[in-house]
């Protein structure tokens, strides 16, 4: 049974830091690319972020460029989504899932296992 685990979500104020963790199993984690994913409340869910399966390419949304940082731990079936500089506009309920391969892009059908995401909540 494949399974996505997201901790370390909370409330944090506008400029402030957080890391997002996600534990994958079930599956060789280390073949297939993780993403990062985020949907606001009455919103579409939206893409964040992407990481290759060795971790040597990442790519971010235009509006968290700069200020969040995917990464992964292969050893530890981990990972993570640092953010700094957090906007009330970043608040939403934070999802990482599993890539169909080593790469797979910005589109959720790229996607094929979910976490059942952490709540992010950046206030004014």
């Known amino acids: 049974q494949v399974q996505l685990v997201e901790s370390g979500g909370g409330l944090v104020q506008a400029g402030g830091s957080l890391r997002l963790s996600c534990v994958g199993s079930?599956?060789?984690?280390?073949?297939?690319?993780m993403g990062w994913f985020r949907q606001a409340a009455g919103k579409e869910r939206e893409f964040v972020a992407h990481?290759?399966?060795?971790?040597?390419?990442?790519y971010y949304a235009d509006s968290v460029k700069g200020r969040f940082t995917i990464s992964r731990d292969n050893a530890k079936n981990m990972v993570y989504l640092q953010m700094n500089s957090l906007k009330p506009e970043d608040t939403a309920v934070y999802y990482c899932?599993?890539?169909?391969?080593?790469?797979?892009?910005?589109?959720?059908?790229?996607?094929?296992?979910w976490g059942r995401g952490t709540q992010v909540t950046g206030s004014s």
């Open positions: 990481i290759s399966w060795s971790g040597g390419s990442t």
């Open positions: 079930g599956r060789t984690f280390s073949s297939y690319a």
């Open positions: 899932a599993f890539g169909r391969g080593q790469l797979s892009g910005r589109a959720s059908c790229g996607y094929g296992y």
